[in-house]
């Protein structure tokens, strides 16, 4: 099946196509070079005056798993009220449903969302949701950071060989795409009571700092030659003077490659009265300083949402600011830890509408969509439907200000914000929320409108207002087919999940069987992933990639 686009404007920054007019082509879910004339067109598309641009990629979104299952238990009428259910499709007006994720995200024209935060022991059943979700396809970051078992290897002076066999065996058996450490040792410091943790803060019982299970989860992950860096959540998330915390992780990477996860929550001081304070522009100097760095940024939105964390400890410390007042911490025995704790974002207050500007200023003053990337930690920040709406606050800075006159005006008077008149261009956004993001996932097949890649390819109808804009792609092909047309889901189809091929020694298997049959009474094999039937074929639903090709910052050349 042969399909043209004609006389779209072309965003591409993989080919440094800035708003350039041109056909695009694609056969059997592939986008190709221009045809011979003599070919059959089956479908053509006039797109003219429209943007076009490549599938966007969202990196770090919870979609799936433990914590969303507890949140969506704990907070039904949240969804039941506010959520639109006007699709029409089978389970689509179910609270807070697989369908809908598919769907909303499809609307907006993302092909690909990455869950950041899959348990080990819980990785069946967070693929098991991934498969349920329409359209997009899907990917999972394994956790690992507190595990008994790692850090019993640590203990016991295991040589870093043997950390990279597990790590690697540990993306086989849950199928994940890459590896993510969640404040490294907090939760199983938490078992021992502790209420904070820091960077060189040791665990109880095991004698190794955070800092060092980090360090080596980290050259675990380069020496694997992993794709996608090291995924880190840092120790004191959303405490006062964190900053210095975020710094010290940037320090700890020592020259190798590194992604931070949801800054916004790292970006505070402890200067005022109040002893809260913006601290974007130290954290962005910091950044500058150390290339090795990615980030994505976790911006703040207004309005009902609920926590989710695998940071026991962070989790637990807000549960008296829980809105409304039900929350749900858990310990597990030998993995790790969690919560769900509902919280509202409320524009007057003064701690809100901080992080607030603390997430636009980091956006702004960062000026490097190659490396900052597009996320609100949904839902921690806000949901992911309102990506429309943070588009638009970089895009128009305008509204910025009009947006900032109804804001905690103390807050306001701390913040940079009011000075920063840059706006992103659509070639930005395109950078940050698509190519950018596939090169930082290892994801080459993506992301860009080359030929070879797949043909996941979103038009929007530009509009001044760019959240009306990019609320409802105009079209959306995935893989090929027309999914999306103003803004209505055409039709339901699979996607797939994105793995990673790591290799490792056998023996490290027959240990970690060995420990298994020791502490747990189930099987090695009932954790394993491939040991479940989907509906689809194993082939059709895990996409695997090769390790061997880390991201690498593009060099300015090509920006």
């Known amino acids: 099946m042969l399909t043209r686009l004609t006389g779209g404007r072309v965003f591409d920054p993989a080919q440094g196509l800035n708003g350039t007019v041109q056909d695009l082509w694609f056969r059997d879910g592939v986008i190709i070079s221009t045809p011979d004339s003599g070919e059959t067109i089956t479908a053509d598309y006039d797109v003219s005056g429209k943007v076009v641009m490549a599938g966007a990629i969202d990196i770090h979104s919870h979609i799936a798993g433990g914590n ?27 609270h807070w449903s697989t369908t809908e994720t598919g769907y909303r995200y499809a609307r907006m024209g993302y092909t690909t969302v990455v869950e950041p935060a899959v348990l080990p022991c819980n990785a069946l059943d967070a693929h098991l949701q991934m498969a349920d979700i329409p359209i997009i396809d899907t990917a999972g970051l394994a956790i690992l950071g507190n595990d008994d078992f790692l850090l019993r290897l640590m203990r016991a002076k295991a040589s870093q060989n043997q950390i990279n066999d597990y790590v690697a065996w540990t993306l086989h058996a849950t199928r994940c795409l890459g590896l993510k450490v969640i404040n490294a040792g907090g939760a199983n410091a938490f078992k021992s009571n502790a209420r904070s943790f820091d960077l060189d803060d040791v665990v109880p019982d095991y004698g190794v700092s955070s800092r060092h299970i980090l360090q080596t989860l980290q050259r675990a992950a380069c020496e694997i030659q992993l794709p996608h860096p090291v995924h880190v959540h840092c120790n004191n998330l959303g405490i006062p003077g964190n900053v210095d915390t975020a710094i010290a992780t940037m320090e700890a990477a020592q020259g190798l490659p590194m992604h931070l996860a949801h800054i ?13 304070s913006s601290a974007a522009a130290k954290l962005i100097d910091g950044f500058n300083k150390h290339r090795n760095i990615t980030m994505d940024v976790g911006q703040v939105i207004f309005g ?5 964390s695998g940071d026991v400890i962070a989790q637990y410390s807000r549960r008296s600011n829980a809105s ?15 919560g769900a704790v509902p919280y509202r974002y409320q524009e007057k207050s003064f701690v809100n509408s901080l992080q607030w500007l603390i997430g636009l200023e980091i956006f702004l003053l960062a000026e490097d969509p190659w490396r900052l990337f ?19 606050l970089l895009m128009d800075a305008d509204f910025r200000l009009e947006c900032m006159a109804r804001l905690n005006q103390e807050a306001v008077a701390m913040s940079l914000l009011k000075d920063l008149k840059k706006q992103f261009t659509l070639y930005e956004i395109a950078t940050m929320t698509r190519t950018a993001a596939a090169r930082l996932l290892g994801l080459h097949d993506r992301g860009h409108l080359m030929p070879g890649g797949i043909a996941d390819i979103a038009v929007y109808s530009e509009q001044a207002d760019k959240e009306a804009m990019f609320t409802d792609v105009d079209l959306l092909f995935k893989n090929g087919e027309l999914v999306v047309k103003k803004g209505v889901v055409q039709q339901r189809r699979n996607g797939s999940t994105q793995t990673i091929q790591a290799q490792f020694d056998p023996q490290i298997k027959r240990d970690i069987q060995a420990y298994y049959d020791r502490f747990y009474n189930l099987s090695l094999d009932n954790f394993k992933v491939e040991d479940v039937s989907f509906r689809q074929a194993d082939s059709e639903r895990f996409v695997s990639h ?14």
């Open 374 to 392: 597009f996320t609100t930690d949904h839902p921690n920040g806000g949901p992911f439907t309102r990506y429309p709406y943070l588009i638009r």
């Open 68 to 94: 969303v299952n507890t949140a969506r238990l704990l907070l039904p009428e949240q969804h039941r009220n506010s959520m639109a259910r006007k699709l029409g499709h089978a389970f689509s007006t179910a």
């Open 264 to 276: 916004q929550f790292y970006g505070y001081g402890a200067e005022g009265v109040r002893g809260f």
């Open 546 to 559: 090769d390790c061997g090709q880390a991201y690498l910052a593009p060099s300015a050349s090509l920006k």
């Open 324 to 338: 409304p007042n039900k929350w749900v911490v858990w310990d597990a025995e030998c993995e790790g830890s969690g």
């Open 304 to 308: 009902q949402t609920v926590t989710i």
